[in-house]
């Protein structure tokens, strides 16, 4: 009999999924019982589910045969297609909660309940769309959660600015990596009698759109001396970028715990109005305070024809530096016609031992 793609081991078939899409793998596993049982630990990997859901599930825990049909979905939004014992809560190791829902978030440690090792057994990153501050975080405990991704769901721009404290999640104590998009920093550190804010050892950091008061600074996300990653990126002429507080980052970004920094990436997106300009200077203070850099990455950023294929060009990097930026392109105008300038040409490039 000959052997088909369900037969095959499950490291081998690892590696076949990983080079299809989500969508092929789903299509496949409908094709046949055995081809869904084979497919299931990897479509069920990412599952997205609202608080009641959640809520829902957990009357099903003690039960594998059951399987509330809509409990989960996988993260492309189509419904659970698997044998009821093949619950997708077993092989979930990314969960999005995908509807705001400020009760659910205050009820203590519900979140914490909701998404233990229990009901979850291999879960390792959370994504939530959250209605509230991130209070609501320190109320819970979930100490085998690697990575945590926050969003407030308050619409950008609006006057729905929510803050966030690193302090929130003492309970996280496995937390790597942390994404914020569009939260508000204001906590003190209250020096190093009171211990660090965060006692975990945060490695990755994504900042989208967020923003802080002085005098706080950046640097308290690396109290540990652990971070290696950190992206920081604003869009649609975000105000911020405007602020003094901003430009002293750009100046002197996590001063005295630098050394850990291995990937920066600075960066601007849908920027019209208020474009930022990669300057000499700003590239030699990036390249000059970050001893132990591995990668820099610029993107959104604004410049010069000539700055950018006579001076970038042309500079010599011990690292990659991948750059991606917009060169003002301005027309050629007939003597006394006053032409409008082209739209800014688009400038990528890896710059990386150029000697």
């Known amino acids: 009999m000959p052997l088909s793609l369900a037969d095959l ?180 550190d209250l020096g190093p009698s009171h211990g660090p804010v965060f006692a975990g050892r945060l490695r990755d950091l994504a900042l989208h759109d967020c923003t802080w008061q002085y005098p706080f600074n950046l640097v308290q996300f690396n109290a540990q001396h652990s971070l290696r990653t950190l992206a920081i990126t604003y869009s649609h002429d975000h105000s911020f970028v405007l602020l003094e507080r901003f430009v002293d980052f750009l100046i002197d970004p996590l001063p005295q715990h630098l050394a850990s920094l291995r990937r920066l990436e600075v960066g601007f997106v849908d920027f019209r109005d208020t474009k930022k300009v990669l300057t000499l200077t700003l590239m030699a203070t990036f390249l000059r305070v970050f001893p132990g850099l591995d990668h820099l990455y610029l993107h959104g950023w604004h410049t010069t024809r000539t700055y950018a294929h006579v001076i970038l060009a042309q500079m010599t990097f011990d690292f990659p530096v991948d750059v991606d930026v917009e060169i003002e392109a301005p027309g050629p105008s007939p003597r006394g016609v006053s032409a409008a300038p082209r739209p800014p040409v688009r400038w990528k490039q890896r710059l990386y031992n150029r000697t």
């Open 9 to 188: 081991p499950p490291e081998v078939l690892e590696n076949i999924f990983a080079h299809l899409s989500r969508k092929d793998v789903k299509r496949l596993a409908l094709t046949s019982r055995a081809y869904r049982a084979s497919a299931a630990p990897y479509v069920m990997r990412q599952l997205r589910a609202s608080w009641g859901q959640l809520v829902a599930l957990q009357d099903f825990v003690g039960d594998p045969d059951l399987h509330p049909r809509g409990a989960l979905q996988d993260l492309a939004g189509n419904p659970d297609i698997y044998p009821r014992a093949a619950h997708p809560r077993l092989y979930c190791e990314r969960l999005s909660i995908c509807e705001p829902n400020a009760y659910y978030e205050y009820q203590q440690d519900t979140f914490g309940k909701l998404v233990a090792r229990a009901v979850f057994p291999r879960l390792k990153h959370v994504s939530v769309l959250s209605a509230s501050l991130s209070h609501w975080l320190k109320y819970n405990t979930c100490a085998h959660i690697q990575s945590v991704q926050i969003e407030n769901a308050a619409a950008a721009g609006g006057s729905g600015r929510k803050v966030f404290c690193l302090d929130h999640v003492r309970g996280f104590a496995a937390l790597a990596l942390l994404t914020l998009t569009r939260f508000h920093f204001d906590w003190l």
